[in-house]
């Protein structure tokens, strides 16, 4: 069987906030084609491992290896731009802007190896908002959505900006059990 690639891996990563220590030593990998789960309850730090993953916040100690390369000290948008990409649990779209235009700016400046026209961005936001289930509200200003609305346009532009790993940071929390299986079916 041939071995399976290491797309993603944490080496031993500390994150310290003033007089807290958020992560301790994590160490994981991510297979090609994996799907993996991080589990923890509210202040475990997963989302502080997003950003030390995203280049959100600065690492404390250890390493990220994408691709076999280590993107420690790369800023957010390098790593994004590398195909790495994160959604934000407190969700962060441009709140003026519709629903297909914060769809499309992920279009525009995602992954560096193709870049897309305004045209392209917005058939390409067209498709997308489609498949994440926000057709009918496309023409939405984002501020105007409800919660479960906004949570698929976090997932909507992450999918935008032609990811190779997504780091999805709970985006079914503070969605009710309808709401979480239509998501569900939806993908
Ligand atoms: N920017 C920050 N400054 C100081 N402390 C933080 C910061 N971000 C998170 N923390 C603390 O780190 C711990 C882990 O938080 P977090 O990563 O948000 O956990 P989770 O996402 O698992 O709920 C918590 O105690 C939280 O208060
Ligand atoms: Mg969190």
Known sequence: MAERKVVLEGKEL??????????????????????????????????????????????TSGDVIYNDRSIKGLKPYQIGRLGLIRTYQIVKPFPGMSVLENISVGAMFGSKDKVYSSKESKEKAEEIADFVGLSDLKNQRADQLNIAAKKRLEIAKALAARPNVVLFDEVMAGLNHKEIDSAVQAY
């Open 14 to 59: 500390t994150k310290d906030f003033k007089g807290l220590r958020a992560n301790e030593n994590v160490s994981f990998k991510l297979f090609e084609g994996e799907i993996l789960g991080l589990i923890g309850p509210n202040g475990a730090g997963k989302t502080t491992l997003v950003n030390m993953l995203s280049g959100t916040l600065s690492i």
